[in-house]
T-cell receptor, first 111, second 112 residues
Framework: DAGITQSPRHKVTETGTPVTLRCHQT?????MYWYRQDPGHGLRLIHY???????DKGEVSDGYSVSRSKTEDFLLTLESATSSQTSVYFC??????????FGPGTRLTVL | GEDVEQSLFLSVREGDSSVINCTYT??????LYWYKQEPGAGLQLLTY?????DMKQDQRLTVLLNKKDKHLSLRIADTQTGDSAIYFC????????????FGAGTILRVKS
Protein backbone atom coordinates (compact mmCIF):
# COMPACT_ATOMS: atom_id res chain seq x y z
CA ASP A 1 0.00 0.00 0.00
CA ALA A 2 3.10 2.26 -0.16
CA GLY A 3 2.38 3.64 3.31
CA ILE A 4 -0.71 5.66 2.34
CA THR A 5 -3.57 6.15 4.76
CA GLN A 6 -6.76 8.13 4.37
CA SER A 7 -9.11 9.45 7.03
CA PRO A 8 -11.93 9.20 7.58
CA ARG A 9 -12.71 6.04 5.63
CA HIS A 10 -16.43 6.74 5.64
CA LYS A 11 -18.34 9.96 6.18
CA VAL A 12 -21.94 11.03 5.93
CA THR A 13 -22.61 14.74 5.99
CA GLU A 14 -25.30 17.23 5.09
CA THR A 15 -25.45 19.63 2.17
CA GLY A 16 -23.73 22.92 2.94
CA THR A 17 -21.36 21.64 5.60
CA PRO A 18 -17.58 21.80 5.24
CA VAL A 19 -15.68 18.53 4.99
CA THR A 20 -11.96 17.83 5.11
CA LEU A 21 -10.38 14.58 4.01
CA ARG A 22 -6.85 13.70 4.95
CA CYS A 23 -4.20 11.74 3.09
CA HIS A 24 -1.05 10.73 4.91
CA GLN A 25 2.06 9.10 3.44
CA THR A 26 5.07 7.76 5.27
CA UNK A 27 7.69 7.79 2.51
CA UNK A 28 8.20 11.50 1.69
CA UNK A 29 7.17 11.31 -1.95
CA UNK A 30 6.99 14.65 -3.67
CA UNK A 31 3.85 14.17 -5.79
CA MET A 32 0.44 13.55 -4.23
CA TYR A 33 -2.96 13.47 -5.90
CA TRP A 34 -6.66 13.51 -5.07
CA TYR A 35 -9.04 11.64 -7.39
CA ARG A 36 -12.73 10.91 -7.20
CA GLN A 37 -14.34 7.74 -8.48
CA ASP A 38 -17.87 7.69 -9.82
CA PRO A 39 -19.66 4.88 -11.69
CA GLY A 40 -18.96 4.96 -15.41
CA HIS A 41 -16.20 7.56 -15.08
CA GLY A 42 -13.19 5.68 -13.79
CA LEU A 43 -11.17 8.07 -11.64
CA ARG A 44 -10.83 11.78 -12.29
CA LEU A 45 -8.20 14.12 -10.92
CA ILE A 46 -9.37 16.84 -8.52
CA HIS A 47 -6.09 18.45 -7.43
CA TYR A 48 -2.47 17.48 -7.15
CA UNK A 49 0.61 18.65 -5.29
CA UNK A 50 4.24 18.69 -6.37
CA UNK A 51 5.69 19.79 -3.05
CA UNK A 52 4.96 21.59 0.21
CA UNK A 53 2.64 24.51 -0.54
CA UNK A 54 2.77 23.67 -4.29
CA UNK A 55 -0.59 22.57 -5.65
CA ASP A 56 -2.48 22.74 -8.90
CA LYS A 57 -5.95 22.00 -10.23
CA GLY A 58 -7.10 18.90 -11.97
CA GLU A 59 -10.02 18.37 -14.31
CA VAL A 60 -12.82 18.42 -11.68
CA SER A 61 -11.56 20.96 -9.15
CA ASP A 62 -14.67 23.15 -8.81
CA GLY A 63 -15.93 23.11 -5.22
CA TYR A 64 -12.71 21.67 -3.82
CA SER A 65 -9.58 23.15 -2.28
CA VAL A 66 -6.38 21.50 -1.06
CA SER A 67 -3.50 22.24 1.22
CA ARG A 68 -0.09 20.71 1.79
CA SER A 69 1.78 22.19 4.72
CA LYS A 70 3.92 19.10 5.31
CA THR A 71 5.37 16.59 2.87
CA GLU A 72 3.46 13.74 4.43
CA ASP A 73 -0.04 15.26 4.50
CA PHE A 74 -2.34 16.36 1.69
CA LEU A 75 -5.74 17.69 2.70
CA LEU A 76 -8.82 17.94 0.50
CA THR A 77 -11.56 20.34 1.61
CA LEU A 78 -15.11 20.64 0.39
CA GLU A 79 -15.99 24.15 1.55
CA SER A 80 -19.74 23.60 1.27
CA ALA A 81 -20.61 20.02 0.38
CA THR A 82 -23.21 19.31 -2.31
CA SER A 83 -24.95 16.07 -3.25
CA SER A 84 -22.94 15.94 -6.49
CA GLN A 85 -19.82 15.48 -4.35
CA THR A 86 -21.06 12.15 -3.07
CA SER A 87 -18.31 9.87 -4.28
CA VAL A 88 -15.36 7.72 -3.33
CA TYR A 89 -12.21 9.78 -2.92
CA PHE A 90 -8.77 8.31 -3.48
CA CYS A 91 -5.43 9.77 -2.63
CA UNK A 92 -2.37 8.68 -4.60
CA UNK A 93 1.38 9.21 -4.54
CA UNK A 94 3.95 8.94 -7.27
CA UNK A 95 6.84 6.78 -6.17
CA UNK A 96 10.08 5.94 -7.93
CA UNK A 97 9.94 4.99 -11.62
CA UNK A 98 6.56 6.75 -12.03
CA UNK A 99 4.70 4.07 -10.10
CA UNK A 100 1.49 5.55 -8.74
CA UNK A 101 0.01 3.97 -5.65
CA PHE A 102 -3.40 4.61 -4.21
CA GLY A 103 -4.74 4.83 -0.70
CA PRO A 104 -7.70 2.76 0.52
CA GLY A 105 -10.28 5.46 -0.30
CA THR A 106 -12.85 7.53 1.58
CA ARG A 107 -16.53 6.97 0.89
CA LEU A 108 -18.34 10.31 1.26
CA THR A 109 -22.12 10.66 1.23
CA VAL A 110 -23.67 14.12 1.13
CA LEU A 111 -27.35 14.11 2.06
CA GLY B 1 -7.83 15.81 -25.70
CA GLU B 2 -7.24 12.98 -23.31
CA ASP B 3 -9.49 9.97 -23.47
CA VAL B 4 -9.09 6.34 -22.53
CA GLU B 5 -11.60 3.72 -23.64
CA GLN B 6 -12.11 0.15 -22.53
CA SER B 7 -14.72 -2.48 -23.18
CA LEU B 8 -17.10 -2.78 -20.23
CA PHE B 9 -17.28 -6.48 -19.60
CA LEU B 10 -15.35 -9.71 -20.18
CA SER B 11 -16.34 -13.20 -19.12
CA VAL B 12 -13.91 -16.14 -19.24
CA ARG B 13 -13.68 -19.65 -17.87
CA GLU B 14 -11.23 -20.52 -15.13
CA GLY B 15 -7.91 -21.62 -16.65
CA ASP B 16 -8.41 -19.70 -19.89
CA SER B 17 -6.49 -16.57 -20.83
CA SER B 18 -8.13 -13.16 -20.49
CA VAL B 19 -7.31 -10.24 -22.73
CA ILE B 20 -8.47 -6.78 -21.74
CA ASN B 21 -8.08 -4.04 -24.32
CA CYS B 22 -7.69 -0.29 -24.03
CA THR B 23 -7.24 2.59 -26.43
CA TYR B 24 -5.90 6.01 -25.53
CA THR B 25 -5.61 9.28 -27.37
CA UNK B 26 -2.69 11.25 -25.93
CA UNK B 27 0.38 10.39 -27.98
CA UNK B 28 2.64 12.14 -25.45
CA UNK B 29 1.84 9.62 -22.69
CA UNK B 30 5.05 8.39 -21.14
CA UNK B 31 3.69 5.56 -19.03
CA LEU B 32 0.61 3.37 -19.28
CA TYR B 33 -0.78 1.45 -16.33
CA TRP B 34 -3.07 -1.38 -15.41
CA TYR B 35 -4.85 -1.36 -12.07
CA LYS B 36 -7.12 -3.93 -10.44
CA GLN B 37 -10.00 -3.04 -8.13
CA GLU B 38 -11.94 -5.59 -6.11
CA PRO B 39 -15.37 -4.71 -4.69
CA GLY B 40 -15.18 -2.08 -1.97
CA ALA B 41 -11.41 -1.88 -2.19
CA GLY B 42 -8.80 0.53 -3.46
CA LEU B 43 -6.81 0.32 -6.66
CA GLN B 44 -3.97 -2.13 -6.84
CA LEU B 45 -1.18 -1.37 -9.31
CA LEU B 46 -0.71 -4.52 -11.39
CA THR B 47 1.87 -3.41 -13.89
CA TYR B 48 2.90 -0.52 -16.09
CA UNK B 49 4.84 -0.02 -19.29
CA UNK B 50 7.04 2.77 -20.54
CA UNK B 51 5.90 4.15 -23.86
CA UNK B 52 9.06 3.12 -25.72
CA UNK B 53 8.45 -0.55 -24.93
CA ASP B 54 6.32 -2.96 -26.96
CA MET B 55 5.83 -5.64 -24.37
CA LYS B 56 6.29 -6.35 -20.69
CA GLN B 57 5.81 -9.67 -18.95
CA ASP B 58 5.37 -10.15 -15.23
CA GLN B 59 4.47 -13.68 -14.14
CA ARG B 60 0.93 -14.34 -15.45
CA LEU B 61 0.56 -10.82 -16.83
CA THR B 62 1.62 -9.69 -20.30
CA VAL B 63 1.21 -6.10 -21.45
CA LEU B 64 1.33 -5.30 -25.15
CA LEU B 65 1.62 -1.74 -26.42
CA ASN B 66 1.01 -0.67 -30.01
CA LYS B 67 2.00 2.96 -29.93
CA LYS B 68 1.10 3.58 -33.56
CA ASP B 69 -2.51 2.53 -32.96
CA LYS B 70 -2.52 3.81 -29.35
CA HIS B 71 -3.66 0.39 -28.20
CA LEU B 72 -2.79 -1.29 -24.93
CA SER B 73 -3.74 -4.78 -23.82
CA LEU B 74 -3.42 -6.84 -20.66
CA ARG B 75 -3.29 -10.61 -20.97
CA ILE B 76 -3.83 -12.70 -17.85
CA ALA B 77 -2.71 -16.29 -18.33
CA ASP B 78 -4.45 -19.17 -16.50
CA THR B 79 -7.19 -16.89 -15.18
CA GLN B 80 -8.41 -17.76 -11.70
CA THR B 81 -11.63 -16.89 -9.86
CA GLY B 82 -9.56 -14.53 -7.69
CA ASP B 83 -8.87 -12.48 -10.81
CA SER B 84 -12.52 -11.43 -10.94
CA ALA B 85 -12.44 -7.66 -10.48
CA ILE B 86 -12.58 -4.38 -12.36
CA TYR B 87 -9.47 -3.59 -14.40
CA PHE B 88 -8.55 -0.02 -15.22
CA CYS B 89 -6.25 1.18 -17.93
CA UNK B 90 -4.62 4.59 -17.36
CA UNK B 91 -2.22 6.88 -19.15
CA UNK B 92 0.02 9.44 -17.49
CA UNK B 93 -0.06 13.03 -18.69
CA UNK B 94 3.29 14.67 -18.03
CA UNK B 95 1.91 18.17 -18.46
CA UNK B 96 -0.28 17.92 -15.38
CA UNK B 97 2.15 16.57 -12.83
CA UNK B 98 1.96 13.12 -14.39
CA UNK B 99 -1.72 12.84 -13.55
CA UNK B 100 -3.44 9.65 -14.61
CA UNK B 101 -6.33 9.59 -17.06
CA PHE B 102 -8.40 6.47 -16.51
CA GLY B 103 -10.70 4.42 -18.61
CA ALA B 104 -14.11 3.55 -17.14
CA GLY B 105 -12.91 0.05 -16.27
CA THR B 106 -13.51 -3.49 -17.57
CA ILE B 107 -15.40 -5.92 -15.35
CA LEU B 108 -13.74 -9.33 -15.56
CA ARG B 109 -15.89 -12.27 -14.51
CA VAL B 110 -14.22 -15.64 -14.18
CA LYS B 111 -16.52 -18.66 -14.24
CA SER B 112 -15.47 -21.85 -12.50
Amino acid sequence: DAGITQSPRHKVTETGTPVTLRCHQTENHRYMYWYRQDPGHGLRLIHYSYGVKDTDKGEVSDGYSVSRSKTEDFLLTLESATSSQTSVYFCAIMADYNEQFFGPGTRLTVL
Amino acid sequence: GEDVEQSLFLSVREGDSSVINCTYTDSSSTYLYWYKQEPGAGLQLLTYIFSNMDMKQDQRLTVLLNKKDKHLSLRIADTQTGDSAIYFCAESIEEYGNKLVFGAGTILRVKS
